[in-house]
């Protein structure tokens, strides 16, 4: 079947997106005003886009036409934040961020979450958060009147004692940090924990099987 994006309406658009593209990791972002009044709000339009130099984006929409999120709305203001991954045990807490409260609302407090100070960015990161990272505002791509993306570039990253196998060689548990993912609808998500192995195939070997195989004549 197909859908025309140019026939139906935003709201369709957008349901059908999330619909399918599927799953999407949840960066829990924290982010404070110039006042140092602090937010957390959850985001999945978001993903890691390039290593060197290490960006991370999300697209966070408004509230409604002309008032942004206060996340958006705060990191134009102080360009800094921090994206906290989200784990299984923190997807009670992180969904009560989600609650659009007033500005003046600080949802880490709604939450009964608690925060460590960064090193490098003003706003904290979540305890809970088995991975962190603080981010410098690189640039916003404005995406039409209601949406944006942000870019970040990460300047570093904490990542919970226990989860990290080699230092030296930044080796993580991957399974063990038990992220989740948002899936279809609103209310649904995913585990990280039903997973397989397939490896790359080196070109050699692809070329080598074509020499192998029978001739079709
Ligand atoms: C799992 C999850 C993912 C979300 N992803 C997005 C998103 O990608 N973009 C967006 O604009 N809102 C998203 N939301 C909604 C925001 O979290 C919500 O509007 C929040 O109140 C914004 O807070 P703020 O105004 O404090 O920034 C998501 C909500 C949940 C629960």
């Given amino acids: 079947m197909l ?47 390039s290593g060197d130099p290490p960006v991370v984006g999300i697209g966070i929409g408004s509230h409604e036409p002309g008032r942004l999120k206060d996340t958006r709305r705060n990191i134009r203001e102080t360009r800094e934040f921090v994206v906290n991954l989200v ?8 969904n009560i961020t989600a609650i659009e409260f007033e500005p003046s609302v600080n949802e ?5 979450l608690e925060t460590i100070p960064s090193v490098y960015v003003k706003p904290p990161r979540i305890a809970v958060s088995p991975v962190a990272m603080e981010c410098e505002l690189m640039q916003i791509v404005e995406l039409g009147p209601n949406n944006g993306l942000v870019l970040g570039r990460v300047v570093a990253m904490h990542v919970r004692d226990d989860v990290v196998l080699n230092q030296a060689k930044n080796e993580i548990d991957t399974p063990k940090l038990k992220l989740i993912g948002r899936m279809h609808g609103r209310g649904w998500y995913a585990r990280t924990s039903d997973l397989f192995q397939m490896d790359r195939i080196p070109r050699a070997n692809w070329k080598l099987r074509e020499s192998n195989a029978p001739s079709q004549r």
Avoid: C
């Avoid at 994006?5 to 709201?11: D, G, K, L, T």
């Avoid at 399918?20 to 886009?49: C, D, E, K, M, Y």
């Avoid at 880490?108 to 009964?112: F, G, I, K, S, T």
């Fill in 3 to 49: 859908f025309d994006f140019a026939a139906i309406s935003p709201q369709d658009r957008y349901k059908l997106l999330v619909s399918t593209v599927t799953p999407r990791p949840i960066a829990w972002i924290v982010s404070q005003n110039a006042h140092g009044q602090l937010n957390a709000a959850p985001f999945s339009f978001f993903n890691a886009f």
């Fill in 108 to 112: 880490l407090e709604e939450a009964q």
């Fill in 87 to 94: 784990s299984e045990e923190a997807a009670q807490a992180m």
